[in-house]
């Protein structure tokens, strides 16, 4: 494990590079001007001059080549530069909303997790049933809907309508202190429609595992030697059924960081989201840089930690080959 780490690592300082210096290249192609965002509406009333100034002062007059490298080698030593639209140095920026994102998406991914395994593994048990039927259909559908739309029909539901849950933010409106009983409050319905978003996958990957490790010969044996039901399903079938669920793992990161900067949009929650939209438009080229750096980080975190359970559940993989 600690050799396929070691090369994954080695992997990932190219591509690191790359998505790095495509950002720079994409913004310095963006028609966008940084400085205009900046400035704001006293833009407006600036002459060159001043703009002038005020491009060589945020470095933006230099090519993107040398932008680029210039954050570079400061990022190295743990300066990801000043962020320009924020006011406020990028390592920051990223750390004041990097813990909110953070809880949201580990939250929303446990619960997709869970729910997705037992609903697999009830609608697995009898395959064709109604409730295989009703799984699978539902898994369908949630697959197709979009995750903002989702977001939009949780708020009209339980905020607008019910009003059992709040609409956004992270504390109520006239709380002066952050507490964890309005932080869980607030975020049971981001996190649950971003587990929704999530939840079809391991529901369908689940399904199909177990239903086809019940159809095995060892099973079948089991089985034909008396063993009861649940130790056939959870000792057996379930055990070899997760392990397609675990390349799940890796390749639903990019998909759960992007359906949660639209849900943190939705619900107003103080994440990474405000802060991507943001660079974006304003064209924050050290911003942009670490936020896509971050990104692309927790991509290949994602498909390390999928190969190495993969390869601990499953002893006939090896991870030298990987």
Same mark, same amino acid.
């Not at 996190?191 to 999530?198: D, E, K, M, P, W």
């Not at 759960?256 to 802060?275: C, D, K, M, N, R």
């Not at 974006?280 to 290949?300: E, G, M, N, R, S």
């Given at each position: 494990m600690a050799r396929l780490a070691g090369r994954r690592l080695l992997f990932a300082a190219p591509?690191?590079?790359?998505?790095?210096?495509?950002?720079?290249?994409?913004?310095?192609?963006?028609?966008?001007?940084?400085?205009?965002?900046?400035?704001?509406?006293?833009?407006?009333?600036?002459?060159?001059e001043t703009l002038a100034r005020l491009r060589e002062n945020l470095g933006v007059d230099q090519p993107f080549t040398s932008r680029w490298w210039h954050w570079l080698t400061a990022a190295v030593t743990g300066d990801f530069g000043q962020s320009g639209v924020m006011r406020?140095?990028?390592?920051?920026?990223?750390?004041?909303?990097?813990?909110?994102?953070?809880?949201?998406?580990?939250?929303?991914?446990?619960?997709?997790?869970?729910?997705?395994?037992?609903?697999?593994?009830?609608?697995?048990?009898?395959? %064709?049933?109604?409730?295989d039927r009703a799984v699978t259909s539902l898994?369908?559908?949630?697959?197709?809907?979009?995750?903002?739309?989702?977001?939009?029909?949780?708020?009209?539901?339980?905020?607008?309508?019910?009003?059992v849950l709040p609409a956004g933010g992270l504390t109520d409106t006239a709380s002066e202190q952050v507490t964890a009983a309005q932080v869980t409050r607030h975020l049971v319905l981001p996190?649950?429609?971003?587990?929704?978003?999530?939840l079809p996958w391991f529901t369908l990957y689940v399904r199909q595992g177990v239903a086809d490790a019940l159809a095995e010969d060892?099973?079948?044996?089991?089985?034909?030697?008396?063993?009861?039901?649940?130790?056939?399903?959870?000792?057996?079938?379930?055990?070899? %059924?997760?392990?397609p669920v675990l390349t799940l793992v890796g390749s639903?990161?990019?998909?759960?960081?992007?359906?949660?900067?639209?849900?943190?949009?939705?619900?107003?929650?103080?994440?990474?989201?405000?802060?991507?939209v943001q660079a974006?438009?304003?064209?924050?080229?050290?911003?942009?840089?670490?936020?896509?750096?971050?990104?692309?980080?927790?991509?290949?975190a994602g498909n390390l930690l999928a190969d190495l359970l993969y390869g601990l559940f499953d002893p006939r993989v090896d991870l030298d080959d990987m």
């Open positions: 591509i690191l590079l790359v998505v790095t210096f495509g950002v720079f290249a994409i913004a310095a192609a963006s028609p966008f001007d940084p400085v205009k965002a900046y400035a704001g509406t006293a833009a407006l009333g600036a002459d060159a406020q140095p990028v390592a920051q920026v990223i750390g004041e909303r990097l813990t909110w994102s953070t809880l949201l998406c580990a939250v929303a991914f446990a619960v997709a997790v869970l729910a997705g395994t037992v609903l697999g593994v009830l609608a697995a048990r009898r395959p %064709g049933s109604l409730l898994a369908y559908s949630l697959e197709a809907a979009p995750v903002f739309w989702l977001a939009l029909l949780a708020v009209w539901l339980f905020a607008l309508r019910l009003g996190a649950a429609v971003l587990a929704v978003s999530q060892p099973v079948r044996g089991a089985r034909a030697r008396g063993v009861s039901e649940r130790t056939v399903l959870l000792d057996h079938a379930l055990r070899s %059924g997760l392990l639903r990161v990019p998909e759960l960081i992007t359906g949660a900067l639209l849900v943190e949009s939705v619900f107003s929650w103080p994440g990474i989201a405000a802060a991507t974006a438009t304003a064209v924050d080229f050290p911003l942009l840089a670490a936020l896509t750096t971050l990104a692309t980080a927790a991509v290949l």
